[in-house]
């Protein structure tokens, strides 16, 4: 019950935008009919027990002065025992009676410990080895014979994959839903485990990485980056809560979400809702884009995490990528044409397969699938 009324009041605003709160009444109530149900049964099974227990022990007392009246006058048995067996019977009910709480709690112990050892006999999919090696750098990246299919899937999301990503650089990464983009980063990041030997970083088998090392030189930032009920200066330093309040604010000015958050009364200090509600999608965007860039990491991933923010802050991101990126090696992942022009090399996913590769420049004159995207983006800017 506990679920379906933290889902109900969740997606709240979903449910009036589309008027539907009669229905979204009747699901919650159908479920708690149900759990009512169940436990009027079980409140009913309970009682019945612990009445039947005590009339039990009254008829039985019953009988036992009867017959044992009647045994003690033949002298069948002593007073005393008859006595004793009278104390004895009364004595026996109240541990009879906890029986029936003895039960319930075995029951109910019994289906939280299924449970629990659920969770507890649970193998990571992602496993470090035992020999595993720190990452000190993050220099080439290769991508060799690349093809993955997630659990349960009958067609690989990627598909031979032949990579060079060299340090330093800015990697555009295109394609359309499905493509196989936000694959390729949970791989690199080990999320989802890559065929042995089918991605190297320095030469290295990244299976061979221990995954502290291989995560803590990544920044990645995904389209829906996860904000925490605290405040906007705890989210923006995740990564590092020691650092300074000027670091915070320099990060948010990169991420050109600063002049946002200085307008609140509480300005850093701002305490967020659940999930970041208190912000507008393009403002929790660019507030967990803060919280990758102060983490001042080797290589720096943006999966679509300007999807949510207009040209012209784009722009402004953009330009201070290009400023911080330096030296640093950037993936860029993007439907828009505009958040990658810049990059030093383009890449174009197409049903899981490297489809083009190049420079801005070089796409264009192939006139391939990342030209006529560029266009078709082009003609819808000049119509709107």
């Keep these: 019950m506990t679920e379906s009324a933290e889902e109900q009041l969740g997606g709240i605003r979903v449910t009036k935008t589309f008027a539907i709160e009669d229905s979204a009444r ?15 049964r079980l409140v009913r099974l309970s009682s019945l027990f612990q009445a039947l227990l005590p009339l039990l022990g009254a008829i039985s007392l019953v009988v036992s002065l009867l017959v044992g009246g009647i045994m003690t006058m033949q002298n069948s048995i002593t007073l005393g025992s008859f006595v004793a067996l009278t104390l004895y019977l009364r004595i026996i009910m109240g ?12 029951q109910r112990s019994g289906a939280s410990l299924e449970r629990v050892n659920d969770l507890l ?5 992602v496993r470090e080895l035992p020999e595993a090696t720190a990452l000190q750098t993050v220099q080439d990246i290769t991508m060799e014979n690349l093809t993955f299919s997630y659990p349960g899937s009958s067609s690989p999301a990627l598909k031979n994959i032949q990579l060079n990503i060299r340090a330093g650089r800015t990697v555009g ?48 930032v995904p389209q829906d980056g996860f904000l925490f ?9 995740f990564s590092d809560r020691e650092v300074s309040l000027d670091t915070v604010e320099h990060s948010a000015r990169q991420a050109m979400i600063y002049d946002n958050i200085v307008r609140f009364p509480d ?17 929790r965007q660019r507030t967990s884009l803060a919280r990758g860039l102060i983490k001042q990491a080797q290589l720096l991933i943006l999966d679509d995490s300007m999807s949510a923010v207009d040209a012209v802050t784009e722009s402004g991101i953009l ?54 995207t560029y266009r078709l983006q082009e003609e819808g800017l000049h119509h709107v």
């Design 95 to 106: 541990p009879l009676q906890q029986i029936g709480n003895v039960i319930n709690t075995v």
């Design 267 to 283: 300005r850093f200090d701002t305490l967020l809702g659940e999930r970041g509600l208190t912000l507008s999608g393009g403002q």
């Design 121 to 125: 006999s649970e193998v990571a999919d």
């Design 173 to 220: 990464i295109v394609g359309k839903t499905g493509s196989g983009k936000s694959t390729l980063v949970k791989l690199l990041l080990r999320t989802y485990e890559p065929p042995e030997g089918t991605i190297r970083i320095n030469g290295t088998d990244i299976r061979q990485l221990s995954l502290e090392s291989l995560r803590s030189r990544i920044a990645y």
């Design 319 to 372: 330009r201070s990528l290009r400023e911080i990126g330096k030296g640093k090696t950037t993936l860029i992942i993007s439907h828009r044409i505009s958040a990658v022009r810049h990059a030093d090399d383009i890449i174009v996913l197409d049903e899981g397969r490297v489809a083009e590769q190049g420079t801005h420049a070089q796409l264009m004159v192939a006139k391939g699938l990342y030209a006529a």
């Design 229 to 237: 009920s605290t405040t906007i200066r705890d989210n923006i330093a």
């Design 26 to 40: 009747a699901r919650f109530g159908t479920t708690v009919d149900a759990i009512k149900s169940k436990q009027l």
